[in-house]
């Protein structure tokens, strides 16, 4: 209703992509394409219309490589990795004893740029398996890394 009371008719909205990649919904919601680059978004409104640049950027971050685990004691395991991503929050590590799983998270760190995690309170003689993937909160994970294990002593 206007501010008069009166009963209003809104005019009906097209959207469009007008270059680039993706669609865009009969409620103006985009969906970029799985690539990077970039696209126009265009709504219309009978003969009033206006664009909006949008730039696609790839966000699930490359998997760690080259994971290796080296028995420390009886209790320790360290882990080391290649850190392949420049957009990860930190990195989340699985154990497992057994190559297949079941797995368990037992770290999420928050520090960028980690290469290394000690595994801490394991049994001895024991041995286990690892794997290691970068991730960005509510965004995504990366792929997990190569499984690696050790024995502890």
């Known amino acids: 209703l206007d501010q008069f009371g009166n009963a209003m ?30 696209a126009t978004v265009q ?6 219309s206006d664009s909006v640049a949008v730039t696609i950027i790839k966000v699930t971050p490359p998997k760690p490589t080259n ?15 290649t850190d392949n991503s420049n957009n ?3 990195f989340k590590v699985e154990i497992a004893t057994s ?3 079941p797995w368990t998270e037992i770290y999420r760190g928050t520090t960028p740029n980690q290469t290394s995690y000690t595994a801490t309170g394991l049994s001895s ?13 509510i965004v995504a994970n990366s792929l997990f890394s190569n499984v690696a294990s050790a024995t502890t002593t």
């Open 9 to 38: 008719t809104l005019p009906a909205l097209t959207w469009s992509v007008t270059s680039g990649g993706g669609s865009v919904n009969s409620s103006g919601l985009y969906q970029a394409p799985t690539t990077e680059g970039s």
């Open 43 to 48: 709504v219309a409104a009978g003969a009033i």
């Open 67 to 81: 994971l290796a685990a080296t028995a420390l004691s009886s209790s320790q395991i360290q882990l080391t990795w």
């Open 88 to 90: 990860e929050a930190g």
């Open 99 to 101: 190559a297949t799983g």
């Open 125 to 137: 003689s024991t041995t286990y398996y690892f794997r290691v993937r970068a991730y960005i909160p």
